[in-house]
């Protein structure tokens, strides 16, 4: 039945071509109608705290809580307040707050408080502190600067956002460009024929874009998902088209006619390919078990791009190949990959070395994965060398960190609101507090104050306190400053408090993503357990496969601990479900022919032409992951991409390497095991046992 639908799928090819074809231009129109979000805030789950918070505060305030300072480097008084007054001008600037709106300014200031005073002018440099709109964001920021000019300085959330929209398109040009020809030589070098790269291309590439102008259905997705969703796509789906091609050729080279050759491949690859597939699909889906929703996005558009992977490849891919393979044949050449005798014998030398050493690894590794230094906001998504990088630490050295939160609280106890303010300004890290028990005082009526100015801190029967600290947007202190404010809001308020400001926000990210980790990698390892459980039809094998992966995942994650660097929390998320879905593909290659040459051969023969024979598939495949995960790492400027890219290229290389020397060993020495519980198995035997046929054992 599967050979009949094949053979009307191949005489109506042309129409297959075309129908493919008109879809990826049709997509490729469509993908530039998705709407791209660079704000990482906005896919905190709707419940967090600080999420709940901000949603009623835009709701019933006017302003939000301050989120850009500016920096204007050597003016006067008034020259500061004639620059107060360009910025307020400003489309999308909606507040912005300097020394006039802490200290009369008809006062010297040198018989002021000089702590005040130091918070925001100093050194003739002069420090405000704006709300900018989060929907003009783009616009904003660049009026700013045209206004503050290049040797000022400015830093917030804004301003990380809109440099991370500008390089977005930038990055994803160059990373194209980059990895379209350096995959385009791997396949020149590890296939037989000059033409036939060029179908495994234009195979992918039609993928990717129906894939692209599919995430329509999604409305927006986040800006690391587009950006590094072509990307892993593309690595983690050339094998399928490779595999095909190598079923094309086996068949054509026994005698079968060209068209009957195809439908012999497609039909015998279709369950192996569709197996290898739903490996990698269950890895991504994985992630949109996630309260965290950038897990969901990238699970979604990552496994519909590999769905549809393999049905370009199924479909299209056979018709396309119908249409090329005498341009094929005329561009044959010589294999340039080696006969891999001497790898396959040094592997067998060293596996149990290399197995030991990777059990005495797996204690440390996990112990350094507990210690490492995680980060979890959007803080650090660009490099040192960049330009906000600079300006921040140029506003930081001037003036300190930073960061605004705000806390609403109900209205209706004057009492409890000035001892919850006044605890707040007993903080260390606390540098002003700006509420109406604070600014309007608790003896004046509400009938005395301008309704402009009140509506500004109480409105829909809450009172707002603007708090400004001393604090970095993210670090343990922070942290530990956010428990400390929520303790004593909750002391006098119980639950009826809402925290809200980029630090609650990443704390809130923090707990969030933590608790996802366990649940996301259980999930995977579950789900893809299962499939190799119903493909090997046994119970051991897909233990063993799994330790192989998830050894080289641990050794790959613990690696930064070692190394003193930070580790941005949702590449450790996601590279747990991305290289186990990707590589374990590998471990199952391995694992077949093993138990195929097992059959025929002793054990020690084996296993040293298993590694022959699945070095150049396992390489070729590993080797563009790898690819791909560099190009993510030296062609985005975002250091959550660039971080993700290392940890795929370094997963890539050690899962290669452990399926190659660790799997070997857990194969041969776990036979007795394997045999037992595994159905169906058949081994050799030596002839002295069984003179003619060898043994099927059972489990």
Known sequence: MLEKGIRWMLRLRGLVVFLFLAAAVFCGVLSTMVEINYNIVDYLPS?????????????????AVPNTRVMIKDVTIPEALAYKARLEAIDGVEDVNWLDDQLSLTVPLEIQDQKTVEDWYKNGNALYSLVVDEGNEVAAIGAIREVIGDSNAMSGSPVETVDARLSAGSDMAKMMGIIIPVIFLILLFTTTSWFEPVIFMVNVGIAIIINMGTNLIFGEICFITNTAGAILQLACSMDYAIFLLERFEEFRKEGLQPEEAMVRAVARSTGSIASSGLTTVMGFVALTAMRFLIGPDMGLVL??????SLVTTL????????FCYRLIDRTSHRSFLPSFHRLARGAVRIKGFVTVLVMLLLVPCYLAQ???HFVYGASEMTGPES???????AINDEFGESNSFAILVPVGSTAKEQALNDDLKALPQVSSVLSYVETVGKSIPDAYVPPDQLKLL???GYTRMVVSARVPGESQETFRLVETMRSLARSYYGDEYYMVGVPAT???MKDTITADSVKVNAISIGAIGLILLINLRSISLPVLLLLTIESSIFINIAIPYFTGAHLQYIGYLIISSVQLGATVDYAILFTNRYLELRAKLPRQEAVTETIR???????????ILATGGMVLRFGSSNLIIGQLGVLVARGAVLSVVLVMVLLPTLLTRLEWLIKYTTRGLVLYQAPAESPEHPKEVTA
């Open 47 to 63: 419940e967090a705290p600080s999420t709940v918070g901000l949603d009623l505060m835009d709701e019933i305030y006017d302003k």
């Open 303 to 308: 496994s519909k791009g590999i769905a549809i």
């Open 315 to 322: 479909v299209f891919m056979p018709c396309v190949t119908m």
């Open 370 to 372: 507990r210690n490492i």
């Open 387 to 393: 330009r906000i990088v600079r300006e921040r630490d």
């Open 458 to 460: 109480t409105a829909g």
């Open 506 to 508: 990443i704390y809130d």
């Open 613 to 623: 024979s699945t070095a150049g598939s396992i390489l070729t495949s590993g080797g």
